[in-house]
């Protein structure tokens, strides 16, 4: 069953408003449970024919008409109990760090990620049994073993924490997906530039945006992003600096870094990472089975490696996962990235494959504490945790190597998505190109040069131009 961990934004949403509502749902939706106060029964009425677990229960259990009835008031009675467990956690807070006007109350500064992280610990500790008492009794409840062979496979889907928001509309519900526009990916080779137009949709089926984790919608998007189609490999690694890594096959860009920091200050050098064994700001911030989210200008991307594309690109070569190299993407300087199995021999195209892993390692110890760090053992949280030990892998420190690859057969220099950090490279073996640039005005001509266009998103940068918010 999927990890119930309430995400961050949800957690600071009950401690900056004081209360929480459901997802919104119009009227003539199935009745509340008897015996409910009045003014919870008026929300559950209104907001259970839209609920994302009904639908998903009702989808994958099919029930007939007296069942039905009888798990809607199982969910009903739920989420009514949910949302007590929350109110009694928001009047707890106000004696302490999430109180009035201190980090996390009502009227008060927005809590810091240790804070949120601790509360957010606190509150799974109350939600987690609740949930689990919820499915140990629907799975009693049903009839046969083909409904529960059912709802055990639809277990692996649902997401029990619950809806965000706030009531009277006060704030932003989490609303079941809208149909996304159709999928758009152009790639050309014209005077040695890879160039790569697409709309930022996903030809793969996303996760629930927005969702637990992750207050985003999926929007289209505007890219023309450039490449050499000859790149060199410098004597010394790029940082990313702003930049995007690169762009998959079907026009998702790569953005590993995240804007989330130690006391919410980035100044402090202390990144955190997006997928980790401890990740402050939510489980995985949101991330979906292809390790992507939505940025808030509604801009999908990945942040480690694209199974949903992965499986498409399988599909299409009639492989198993691991059984070829799989070309995945382009990075902004040129070289090819491909997913984490490789020829065992670098040189040798008949050589087996394997998979291969990152030349970066966590550090032993613990972090420095007070005012130069969080403190604590080195755990991945951090992206300042890691250290690049050559040899230690098989790839150096940009998570790359040279060697033959099914479309490179004479040799190249290419990056690989490992199932470990750094995940998608966090720098260049080449000289990246403008066009990748976040939030950035490329010069006159973008690419760097003159005459051409702006950065992701067309002129003034990723979407929503220069200025936007920080991209995670």
């Known amino acids: ?38 003014d919870i029964a008026k929300d559950i009425a209104k907001d259970l024919a839209k609920d994302p677990v009904l639908l998903a229960l009702k989808e994958a259990l099919a029930p007939n008409a007296e069942q039905l009835k009888s798990l809607e008031e199982r969910v009903g009675k739920w989420r009514a109990d949910q949302r007590k467990v929350l109110e009694d956690f928001r009047k707890e807070m106000r004696g302490g760090a999430g109180g009035p006007g201190g980090p996390g109350g009502p009227g008060g500064e927005r809590p810091s990620p240790e804070i949120r992280a601790a509360n957010e610990k606190k509150l799974a500790t109350k939600i987690d049994p609740l949930n689990a008492a919820f499915m140990k009794d629907l799975r009693a409840s049903l009839a046969d073993d083909t409904q529960r062979a059912k709802l055990d496979e639809a277990e692996k889907k649902i997401d029990l924490a619950p809806p965000r928001g706030m009531p009277n509309g006060g704030g932003r519900a989490q609303t079941p997906a809208v149909p996304l526009p159709p999928h758009m990916v152009k790639i050309e080779l014209k ?4 160039t790569i137009t697409s709309n930022g949709i996903p030809d793969h089926k996303p996760g629930q ?48 870094g995240t804007a989330e920091a130690w006391k919410n200050d980035p100044s402090t050098g202390w990144r955190q990472e997006a997928i980790s064994p ?35 690109l399988c599909a299409a070569k009639g492989v198993k996962d691991g059984e070829s190299m799989l070309l995945i993407g382009w990075s902004a300087d040129g070289f090819p990235i491909y997913d984490h199995h490789a020829y065992s021999k670098a040189d040798d ?25 969080p403190g604590g053992a080195y755990d991945g949280a951090y992206t300042q945790d ?51 640039a976040k939030n950035d005005h490329a010069p006159p001509g973008g690419r760097g040069r003159p005459g051409g266009t702006g950065g992701p998103g067309g002129r003034g940068g990723r979407g929503s131009g220069a200025g936007g918010p920080p991209p995670r």
């Open 191 to 194: 005077d040695g530039v890879r």
């Open 1 to 38: 069953m999927l990890h119930q961990k309430l995400s961050a934004p949800f957690l600071s949403a009950i401690l900056l408003t004081g209360s929480v509502a459901f997802a919104q749902a119009g009227p003539g939706g199935p009745p509340p449970p008897a015996g409910m106060p009045v």
């Open 386 to 436: 890691f250290e690049y030990i050559a040899g230690s892998g098989d790839l150096d420190e940009c998570n790359g190597r040279v060697g033959v690859t099914p479309e490179f057969p004479q040799g190249t220099y290419y990056y690989v998505i490992t199932s470990e950090f750094p995940f998608i490279s966090r720098s260049f073996r080449g000289t990246p190109d403008r066009s990748f």
């Open 349 to 373: 195209a008949k050589s087996p494959l394997k998979e291969v892993h990152s030349s970066w390692r966590l550090k032993k110890g613990e972090r420095p504490g007070g005012e130069a760090g």
């Open 209 to 256: 945006f927005p969702g637990r984790g992750n207050p985003n919608a999926i929007s289209a998007q505007s890219y023309t992003l450039h490449m050499p189609e000859h790149p060199k490999v410098n004597a010394e690694p790029t940082p990313h600096r702003g930049l995007l890594a690169g762009v998959a096959l079907n026009g998702i860009v790569l953005d590993p």
């Open 278 to 312: 401890m990740t402050i700001a939510g489980a995985k911030m949101g991330l979906d089975t292809s390790n992507a989210h939505v940025q808030p200008n509604g801009a999908y991307h990945y942040h480690a490696a694209p199974e949903g594309l992965i499986e498409i």
